[in-house]
């Protein structure tokens, strides 16, 4: 499956920012969709992740109840929702495709390209 993101951009502290995450190529239903981050010089971490059907998402402790990932199995895109953002939300953002729900980066097969996050302060 081709994944890409799209949605980042600069906004100041408080501010809100929605990421898009377009799959194609295969089945997109047949995959849980993460969203991981990698900050310069820190190593890629588990942001979220939704189930095959939705029903279910994880967050991690440093986003939750500020993040809402979601996604649209009609329009093979899964979306990251994130309000009242942080300076140290700044990072390039992935989304991931994968078979489990889990946050452990190992479980994911495909991949995006990373769209760019940068929160001021």
């Known amino acids: 499956v081709q994944l890409q993101a799209s949605g980042g951009g600069l906004v100041q502290a408080g501010g809100s920012l929605r990421l898009s995450c377009a799959a194609s190529g295969r089945t997109f239903s047949n995959y849980a969709m993460g969203w991981f981050r990698q900050a310069p010089g820190k190593e890629r971490e588990f942001v979220a992740v939704?189930?095959?059907?939705?029903?279910?998402?994880r967050y991690s402790d440093s986003v939750k109840g500020r993040f809402t990932i979601s996604r649209d199995n009609a329009k093979n895109t899964v979306y990251l929702q994130m309000n009242s953002l942080k300076p140290e939300d700044t990072a390039v953002y992935y989304c991931?495709?994968?078979?489990?729900?889990?946050?452990?980066?190992?479980?994911?097969?495909?991949w995006g390209q990373g769209t760019e996050v940068t929160v001021s302060s």
């Open positions: 939704v189930s095959r059907n939705g029903g279910t998402t």
């Open positions: 991931a495709a994968g078979w489990s729900s889990g946050r452990d980066i190992r479980g994911y097969d495909y």
